[in-house]
């Protein structure tokens, strides 16, 4: 009962920061931001599960700590991105669909199909940073914990790093329309997203030295799964083979997923 209570006061965070950040979308008749809210609300529940827990032990200041790192980082950036390119059209088209089969207002819609769907999928993907502070014991830093961290900073060194020359590029009018093959980009097509699931796989196994943390297994497997199979790397690469010509043969010679040297083309 105690864990439960644990996460029960993680849930009610999750589910009080994405019901007022819903309001606050209404208002503006832009769901954008809620794409930021993924990485701030995942640095707000580690906060919270901390600050349930009590004793600052090296794990917990860890997991919070590398969690911060990345969510305040992505969160920041994707707020930038959304000032700067304005709505995301994903919304706009999911929302205008909505209308017209089942006559949902701008409100119901973004209920239903954003936060509603988001909110649940936020607890589960975080887990990790749930479940491996809720017991102090053991209370050193193992060798998986070390391995975990190692992974956790390459993760957000090819996040950043991607997101970084992905933003350069297109902002360069020498490259329009151009697909990116320099950089992290010439090892794998989705560099961002192989370092937020290194970031989730490494926060896992600082969890997992602990009894309860190893329970936060379906976190990083759903995360990995999502960006893999479902709304990351099938999304974007949908729409940049319609709109970029030499996207086929840019698939054709780099890896879709985890870094690893180009093919002759």
Same mark, same amino acid.
């Given at each position: 009962m105690q864990l439960l @209570?644990?996460?029960?006061? +993680?849930?009610?965070?999750?589910? @009080?920061?994405?019901? =007022?950040?819903?309001? =606050?979308?209404? *208002?503006?008749? +832009?769901?954008?931001?809620?794409?930021?809210?993924?990485?701030?609300?995942?640095?707000?529940?580690?906060?919270?599960a901390f600050a349930q827990a009590g004793e600052p032990t090296p794990r917990r200041l860890l997991l919070t700590g590398l969690c911060a790192v990345w969510g305040l980082r992505l969160g920041g950036y994707l707020l930038w991105r959304w000032r700067d390119h304005g709505p995301d059209r994903r919304y706009v088209t999911m929302f205008a669909k909505a209308h017209a089969e089942h006559g949902w207002g701008f409100a119901e819609a973004s209920? *239903?199909?954003?936060? @509603?769907?988001?909110? #649940?999928?936020?607890?589960?993907?975080?887990?990790?940073?749930?479940?491996?502070?809720?017991?102090?014991? #053991? *209370?050193?830093?193992? #060798?998986l914990a070390w391995a975990g961290a190692a992974l956790a900073a390459i993760g957000i060194f090819f996040e950043s790093v991607g997101d970084w020359q992905l933003v350069r590029h297109k902002k360069d009018p020498a490259k329009a329309g151009q697909v990116l093959r320099t950089g992290l980009w010439r090892y794998t097509r989705h560099p961002n997203y192989f370092g937020d699931a290194c970031v989730w796989w490494g926060l896992y196994l600082i969890a997992a030295e602990t009894a309860v943390g190893l329970w936060a297994l379906p976190g990083p497997i759903f995360l990995t799964w999502t960006l893999m199979k479902w709304s990351g790397a099938p999304t974007v690469e949908g729409r940049l083979k319609k709109t970029r #010509?030499?996207?086929a043969g840019y698939i054709a010679t780099t890896s879709g997923f985890i870094p690893w040297p180009p093919k002759k083309a």
């Open positions: @209570a644990f996460l029960a006061i +993680d849930a009610a965070v999750v589910i @009080a920061g994405f019901l =007022v950040m819903w309001q =606050v979308c209404v *208002r503006i008749r +832009d769901v954008t931001m809620v794409d930021s809210l993924w990485a701030l609300g995942m640095v707000l529940v580690a906060v919270t209920l *239903r199909l954003v936060f @509603a769907l988001q909110a #649940p999928l936020l607890f589960v993907v975080c887990l990790p940073v749930q479940l491996g502070q809720f017991s102090a014991e #053991p *209370r050193a830093l193992g #060798p #010509p030499d996207y």
